[in-house]
């Protein structure tokens, strides 16, 4: 049998708090064994704890991550898995490319606004200096 973990090895480790890690449960993401009242993870739980941080950082939501790892369980997973992930993550970076587009578009607004402010600014005080 493989390395096994407690939910503080987990939590320390990869450094997220034991209640995320039995929300992740709940959510059906992680499935550890039970020993009396002690939660016992095994070292896939630990590749799926790993996936699930990764896709969190990528932006991809739980639903999705859960989805990978659906796949990542099934028979010859790791190709589906890995097709399932390039095509989210193709997704993901046409999603980011359009927020960067919007937000660049927003700074060049407020470029443009902040130099009527400053235009306008220097005018009026130039006015008052004459008066």
């Known amino acids: 049998m493989g390395q096994d973990y407690t939910i503080g090895d987990l939590s320390r480790e990869f450094q997220v708090t034991t209640r995320a890690l039995r929300f992740y449960e709940d959510q059906g993401l992680l499935k550890p064994r039970r020993e009396g009242l002690n939660r016992i993870y095994s070292a896939r739980d630990r590749v799926h704890l790993k996936m699930i941080l990764r896709g969190k950082r990528l932006g991809f939501s739980l639903r999705e991550t859960g989805e990978l790892l659906d796949l990542y369980d ?6 589906s898995q890995l097709r399932r992930f390039l095509s989210k993550v193709e997704e993901h970076r046409r999603d980011l490319r359009r927020q ?4 660049d578009q927003v700074l060049d ?4 606004l902040e130099q009527q402010c ?12 004459a008066a």
């Open 100 to 103: 960067r587009d919007d937000v």
């Open 74 to 79: 099934a028979p010859n997973g790791e190709l």
């Open 118 to 129: 400053r235009k306008l600014l220097e005018e009026r005080s130039a006015r008052k200096g």
């Open 109 to 112: 607004e407020m470029d443009a």
